[in-house]
């Protein structure tokens, strides 16, 4: 709904992978101006249409329009961003249940790199319901010592220097500085921002990159890896269906 440029991008993106991937997939596009009613009518027809595994309402919204009464309309086995407060709570109490995509992509990315989690000090930088709290929810479910910051946090750098693990989730282009972070400590970029006509991250990336065991940049990082699990997320859906 809207034009939001990041969400365009995103869009985009996850139309091209369900392309390359055989996976058939359908945009509904609505203007600004889109009333709750409209919305959640949508919703509704994709729910009752069998040919529909996965389904998904871009975020954000308009501000004029309910995320989270949109969101809980979505059928829970049909949730292929993993934000319905069903597949939370599961996820929560460490059982089975459809992920956030770009939380769960940071771990496989983590997993896939050998990085060891375990024992080590992970701080994530934001709260949100779609980043900053599942993300932390997977790292703790990992064995990391996990420590959450937003924008009420003192001396932010303080948290953020002692990161082994450090995720930026806020939404602030650049903000994550090279003094904000501990020498070999693994950064991980989920913002997406556009400056002057460029998407950067939330991380200073040319400055941090130097300090960095690891380092995820944008675009290219977990933007990827984002649109790799709602695939996957979608595919398991199916799964379920056909048995």
């Given amino acids: 709904v809207g034009d939001d440029p990041a969400s365009q991008l995103y869009v985009g993106n996850k139309e091209k992978a369900c392309n390359r991937l055989g996976v058939f997939s359908k945009t509904v596009r609505m203007p600004e101006n889109t009333t709750q009613k409209e919305l959640e009518k949508e919703i509704a027809r994709a729910n009752a249409d069998p040919a529909i595994h996965g389904l998904l309402v871009q975020m954000p919204l308009p501000k004029h329009l309910d995320s989270a009464r949109a969101l809980e309309l979505i059928l829970p086995e049909k949730d292929a961003d993993g934000f319905h407060n069903v597949n939370t709570g599961k996820l929560l109490r460490g059982e089975p249940a459809a992920v956030a995509c770009t939380p769960r992509g940071v771990m496989y990315m983590l997993k896939s790199a050998g990085i060891e989690i375990a024992g080590k000090d992970a701080v994530v930088v934001g709260r949100s319901n779609i980043v900053g709290k599942p993300m932390a929810i997977l790292l703790m479910h990992a064995n990391a010592t996990v420590t959450i910051c937003h924008s009420r946090t003192k001396d932010l750098a303080a948290h953020t220097r002692r990161a082994d693990i450090l995720v930026a989730a806020i939404g602030k ?5 090279a003094d904000m972070v501990k020498d070999g400590a693994v950064v991980i970029d989920v913002g997406m921002n556009r400056v002057d006509g460029k ?9 941090v990159k130097e300090k960095a065991s690891y380092i995820t940049p944008v675009p290219g990082g ?19 269906v056909f048995g």
């Fill in 173 to 177: 282009p650049k903000f994550i500085t």
């Fill in 199 to 207: 998407f950067c991250g939330d991380v200073d990336f040319e400055n």
């Fill in 222 to 240: 977990v933007g990827r890896m984002t649109i790799a699990m709602l695939m996957t997320n979608t595919v398991d859906a199916a799964e379920k």
